[in-house]
Structure formats: C-alpha cells, structure tokens
C-alpha cells in the first residue's frame, strides 16, 4: 500500500478508535467515522471491507499500546513483584479517574457482540487479554511462584472484574482494592515458594542422615 494509502487508513482507525472509544461501536456509523476522519464512505470502504473489519481494526490498534503500558507500569512501580502489580491497579484507578475513561475497549466490545462469538473483534480481545496472561505467567514462574500460571489467571479475574465494577459504580477505588488483592495473593504464592524450599532443605537433610524418603521427586 502506498504511503499516502497507509496514512489514510491510519486517520480512519484513529478515528474509529475516538467514537467507538466513547460511544461503544453500535452507536456508531460507518459516516461518522468516515466525517470524522475526514474521508468518504467510498475511500473508508476501500480500505476495510465493512463495518466489521473495522471494529477488529480499532481493537487491533489498541492491542501492544496497552500492554506496552501495562508494562511500563509494571517497570516503574517499586518494590518486588507484589508491588509491582499492584501498581498496574493503581494506574489504572489514576486512569478511571478521568472524564474521559469508557473502561475496557475489549470487555466493552465483546459485550456489544456477545451473540457474535464468530467475530474477528472477539479472537482479537480474546487474544489480548491470553497475552496479558501470559505475561503475568511468565513474570511469576521467573520468581520461582508455584502454579503460575493459576495465579496469572487470577490476577486477571481481579483485573476484569475491577473494570466491570468501575463502570458500575463509577468510583475507582474498587480498581484499588483489586489491586490490594492481587498484592495479597501473590505475597501468600511467595511466601509459599519460601516455604517449600525450606521445606525441600528439611527432607535433603533427612535423607543425607540415611533415612528413605519415598515419594519424593
């Protein structure tokens, strides 16, 4: 695609991503997007071949930026990891503190296309929320926590849940003590990693003495 073609198909996202943002995507028109990026519908459907394409297109677009900030986050927050998810959570409620903040475009568009499981939007969001995840998994088996990858699915649950619980009660002190939360779990889960070692040093040292310990692996 040419440059000139690439950059009009960027205006169009950015501009679908502002009014679907704000308004969710059945508010929204194929014209309006079109008005707003300053394009005909013509040269709007020339680049995405419905309304479809585009939605997944905005949900794309928004798909490394966030994670690239939940990262940042992540890195910028002291302490150990604990701490450091738990900043994630206060970010975010720093976030839903603003006029402007709609929640989660992903929850917000899988909501909106509940009976369209089949839909390109839902494998992206999808998509986005397992690489989050994925990331927590990692970050926790790198500090040697048991069943990581549980307890990265957890902290999802706090965090989805802390979205879904914003926009009800529009007070984003429940992303704070979702945050609290998820600080508790993952203190218990090192905690318990502590334990096992010491416990693993105990049976080392039983061995050693010449007593048979069976069962262990």
């Known amino acids: 695609m040419p440059r000139s073609g690439q950059a009009t198909r960027a205006r169009i996202v950015a501009a679908a991503s502002?009014?679907?943002?704000?308004?969710?995507?059945?508010?929204?028109?194929?014209?309006?997007?079109?008005?707003?990026?300053?394009?005909?519908?013509?040269?709007l459907y020339y680049h995405f071949a419905s309304k479809d394409d585009l939605i997944a297109a905005y949900l794309d677009a928004r798909d490394q930026p966030n994670l690239a900030l939940f990262r940042r986050w992540f890195e910028e927050t002291g302490g150990g990891v604990a701490a450091k998810v738990r900043g994630i959570f206060r970010s975010l409620?720093?976030?839903?503190?603003?006029?402007?903040?709609?929640?989660?475009?992903?929850?917000?568009?899988?909501?909106?296309?509940?009976?369209?499981?089949?839909?390109?939007?839902?494998?992206i969001g999808a998509a986005h929320k397992k690489k989050f995840e994925h990331w927590m998994g990692a970050v926790f088996a790198a500090e040697g926590i048991a069943a990581p990858a549980l307890l990265a699915r957890q902290?999802?649950?706090?965090?989805?849940?802390?979205?879904?619980?914003?926009?009800?009660?529009?007070?984003?002190?429940?992303?704070?003590?979702?945050?609290?939360?998820?600080?508790?779990?993952i203190t218990s889960a090192l905690a318990g990693r502590v334990g096992q070692r010491r416990r693993g040093r105990r049976l080392d040292t039983t061995a050693s003495n010449g007593v048979e310990v069976r069962g262990i692996r």
């Open 93 to 123: 409620a720093a976030s839903a503190r603003h006029p402007k903040w709609r929640g989660c475009g992903f929850l917000r568009t899988s909501a909106e296309l509940a009976n369209m499981p089949g839909h390109p939007a839902i494998r």
């Open 155 to 185: 902290i999802v649950l706090l965090l989805d849940g802390s979205f879904a619980a914003v926009l009800l009660h529009r007070d984003a002190a429940y992303m704070e003590a979702a945050g609290d939360a998820a600080f508790v779990l």
């Open 18 to 43: 502002t009014l679907f943002y704000r308004d969710g995507i059945r508010a929204v028109s194929v014209d309006a997007v079109a008005d707003k990026a300053g394009v005909t519908k013509r040269t």
